[in-house]
């Protein structure tokens, strides 16, 4: 069977963009400006919600500090209504310092005379004596190894005391460093026998009650 001849078929009517060239080049340019106007006005609202941001920002930053302002002149006024109570426990502070060296060296008086008493034989009475204490305690050295109380003591009696025996008897007292002594005048006559000691005690006798702000 034979071939017909090639024929063509068209698939629509042709096309013909009939818009002039003018116009195409005004569309082109209306495109461009509102696509610029667009961000230019998200440029815009950027820009305000950036303003809106800062000023937020700034009204935020302005009360917090304004705040802390308000705390710190609350804790001035506070500071300055507690600083006479400062003022006071400082003093007082130094005030106990000075009583601890001032005190430092302190006796109980009562019990050491009771104890200075107690060693003497029957019928002796202890009518004078001349003692003074030490200096501070130092903190690098013992109490024992320091002089706390020194002096002289005068004893009367009826009848002679045996000095030798009464020396012993103050030298195995409790913090006695050294003692020793003599017979100053005797008189049979009227009964009275003197006896002149000198005693001396380590700082153990110290009461220690105002050291270190005690007591």
Request: glycine share 10%; aromatic share 6%; charged share 20%.
């Amino acid at each position: 069977m034979a071939r017909g001849a090639p024929t063509t078929t068209l698939s629509g009517i042709p096309r013909v963009d009939l818009t002039p060239r003018v116009e195409i080049q005004r569309r082109d340019r209306a495109r461009i400006l509102r696509a610029w106007g667009w961000a230019l006005v998200a440029a815009l609202i950027a820009l305000l919600v950036i303003l809106a941001v800062t000023l937020y920002l700034n009204w935020v930053a302005v009360n917090e500090l304004a705040a802390e302002q308000a705390r710190t002149d609350a804790l001035l006024t506070e500071s300055a209504e507690l600083s006479e109570v400062s003022v006071a426990l400082g003093t007082q502070r130094d005030l106990e310092d000075f009583r601890a060296d001032a005190m430092a060296s302190e006796l109980d008086w009562s019990s050491l005379y009771a104890t200075l008493n107690g060693v003497l034989p029957a019928g002796a009475v202890m009518t004078a004596f001349d003692l003074e204490v030490g200096g501070a305690p130092l903190e690098d050295e013992e109490p024992t190894e320091q002089t706390g109380l020194r002096g002289q003591l005068t004893v009367t009696s009826p009848t002679p005391v045996e000095i030798a025996g009464l020396i012993r008897a103050y030298r195995a007292l409790p913090g006695v460093i050294g003692a020793d002594g003599w017979e100053v005048s005797s008189s049979a006559g009227d009964g009275v026998y003197t006896n002149q000691l000198t005693i001396e005690f380590d700082q153990s006798v110290y009461t220690g009650a105002y050291a270190g702000g005690q007591g």
